[in-house]
T-cell receptor, first 112, second 116 residues
Framework: GAGVSQSPSNKVTEKGKDVELRCDPISGHTALYWYRQSLGQGLEFLIYFQGNSAPDKSGLPSDRFSAERTGGSVSTLTIQRTQQEDSAVYLC??????????FGQGTRLTVV | AQSVTQLGSHVSVSEGALVLLRCNYSSSVPPYLFWYVQYPNQGLQLLLKYTTGATLVKGINGFEAEFKKSETSFHLTKPSAHMSDAAEYFCAVSDLRGGSNYKLTFGKGTLLTVNP
């Protein structure tokens, strides 16, 4: 596709349920990042992929959060046993080489 | 650790007036610096970036920013505001300490409103 695509655009889930958020990066981009945007914490880094490997998971807030990337392309961020504090916009970004990253539209997650 | 401070969570200007959004950073190594813009319910769009070379960088929509190492600043300016500039603006810093990992550290953002 022409840009980074994220799905769903909005997700409402009940507290305690698991959710999966998907990111389709720009074709050929080897680097992929997940960020979280919340009112209280602003924009925070979650995890970095280079190819299918995640050498930097330092931003994942708890072990309820995990992510994987397959085929050097699509990535899925999974949140288990969701809590209300997980409500936020989850943004994915990809880059080819160098520091310029392109962001998707985000997934707005609401935990009720 | 890196950090970014954006002075003013909300800036209001009149249409046609100068826009100045302030950003200061801290980094122990030469940084890469970015300004992103976010319109309501949208992702982040890159306005401009400084990596190496000329310290005055020009971006899209008439914006520019100057990297001042001595002041650890990267302020964003536009000579004449347009109504369509109303959005939230984020300053961000990255560096190469992590190899090819260019993860970004963001400021808290500045909401720009433009009055007719």
């Amino acid at each position: 596709g022409a840009g980074v695509s994220q799905s769903p655009s909005n997700k409402v889930t009940e507290k305690g349920k698991d959710v999966e958020l998907r990111c389709d990066p720009i074709s050929g981009h080897t680097a992929l990042y997940w960020y979280r945007q919340s009112l209280g914490q602003g924009l925070e880094f979650l995890i970095y992929f280079q190819g299918n490997s995640a050498p930097d998971k330092s931003g994942l807030p708890s072990d309820r959060f995990s992510a994987e990337r397959t085929g050097g392309s699509v990535s899925t961020l999974t949140i288990q046993r969701t809590q209300q504090e997980d409500s936020a916009v989850y943004l994915c970004a990809s880059s080819l080489t160098g520091p310029e990253a392109f962001f998707g539209q985000g997934t707005r997650l609401t935990v009720v | 650790a890196q950090s970014v401070t954006q002075l003013g969570s909300h800036v209001s200007v009149s249409e046609g007036a100068l826009v100045l959004l302030r950003c200061n950073y801290s980094s122990s190594v030469p940084p890469y610096l970015f300004w992103y813009v976010q319109y309501p319910n949208q992702g982040l769009q890159l306005l401009l970036k400084y990596t190496t070379g000329a310290t005055l960088v020009k971006g899209i929509n008439g914006f520019e920013a100057e990297f001042k190492k001595s002041e650890t600043s990267f302020h964003l300016t536009k000579p004449s505001a347009h109504m369509s500039d109303a959005a939230e603006y984020f300053c961000a810093v990255s560096d190469l300490r992590g190899g090819s990992n260019y993860k970004l550290t963001f400021g808290k953002g500045t909401l720009l409103t433009v009055n007719p």
